[in-house]
Every structure is written in structure tokens, then in C-alpha cells.
């Protein structure tokens, strides 16, 4: 009996110390991906590039509106003198016009999101290649992303969690 509860002891004490090990003291950091993000040179470069293919559909697209305007001033014009056969295909000229325009914006806006995100992509992997390499370097189980708006944290002890900012910059070399 006694050696049944030595052995059920020294089974208790080694659950108790491998189970300590696993509860260990996690080290956690926080960073603002998006404040970081701002400072990177590249994305500075990329907002350019973006602002010049957004020009460029805005001009195509008000040459569109420029067309659309000059059809119904025309058809205003002309409406009362025009037999219905071609006050009808002037209206239909006008629809299509008008079709041709939101087909445009719609198509526009989806083009204008991709070439975001392609432009994006390179510079949110080289942070995230950055994050990991400070996160490793400093044997971080966990790094939260803390950017305002992100809804998907709701609270962290600041005082208990290191604000990985500075070693990131430093990491991609932005002062």
C-alpha cells in the first residue's frame, strides 16, 4: 500500500513539474503594422505608382462622362424635331452610353483594388519577414498586431507586452 502511494506521489509530483513546464512564462510583443507600414519607403513609392493608374482611369472616365454629355445636350436639342424612329435609337444610344460608364466604374474599381494589392504585397511580406525575424531573435511566442480598427484586439497589458516598433524599423532600416 505504501509503495502504491509513493508511486501515485512521485506520478502526482512529475504531472505537477512537466505540466509547470508547459504554463511556462510566455513572452508576447505588440506591434502597429499600419504605423510602420506609413513609415516604409516603399509604399510611398507604391502610392505613387497607384495614384498614376487611378489618373488614368479618372481621365478615361470623364472622357466617357464628356461623350455621355455632349449625346443627351444633343438629344435635348433635338428631341421635339426627330421622328420616333431615331428619337428612339438616339434613347437607346444615350442607355448604352450610360451602361458603358457604370460597366466602366464597376470594372475600374475592381482593377484599382488589384493593382493595390499587388502593389502591396511585397512590402507587407517584407514586414512580416521583418516581424519574424525581430519575434525570433527575441524568442517571442506570440507578436499582436495592434493597428487601430482592426476590431481583433480588445485588450493587452502594455506593461506585459514589448512594442516591437523600434527593432522592426530598425530591422528594415527606417529611421
Known amino acids: 500500500m505504501k509503495k502504491i502511494l509513493l508511486t501515485l506521489a512521485a506520478s502526482a509530483m512529475l504531472i505537477l513539474v512537466s505540466g509547470t513546464s508547459l504554463f511556462a512564462q510566455q513572452k508576447i510583443g505588440h506591434i502597429d503594422t499600419q504605423a510602420i507600414l506609413q513609415l516604409m519607403p516603399e509604399r510611398d513609392s507604391a502610392a505613387k505608382v497607384y495614384e498614376k493608374f487611378n489618373a488614368e482611369i479618372l481621365k478615361n472616365l470623364e472622357s466617357m462622362n464628356v461623350v455621355y454629355a455632349n449625346l443627351v445636350e444633343t438629344y435635348t436639342k433635338q428631341r421635339d424635331s426627330l421622328s420616333s424612329f431615331i428619337r428612339s435609337a438616339k434613347e437607346a444610344e444615350i442607355g448604352d452610353m450610360q451602361g458603358k460608364i457604370t460597366n466602366f466604374r464597376e470594372v475600374a474599381q475592381q482593377e484599382l483594388d488589384k493593382k493595390q494589392n499587388d502593389l502591396m504585397a511585397p512590402i507587407v511580406?517584407?514586414?512580416?519577414?521583418?516581424?519574424?525575424?525581430?519575434?525570433?531573435?527575441?524568442?517571442?511566442?506570440?507578436?499582436?498586431?495592434?493597428?487601430?480598427?482592426?476590431?481583433?484586439?480588445?485588450y493587452f497589458p502594455e506593461d506585459e507586452s514589448l512594442n516591437l516598433l523600434a527593432p522592426v524599423k530598425a530591422k528594415l532600416g527606417i529611421k
Open 125 to 154: 511580406a517584407k514586414l512580416k519577414a521583418a516581424i519574424k525575424a525581430v519575434a525570433e531573435a527575441g524568442k517571442f511566442t506570440y507578436v499582436i498586431d495592434t493597428q487601430s480598427g482592426a476590431g481583433i484586439l480588445l
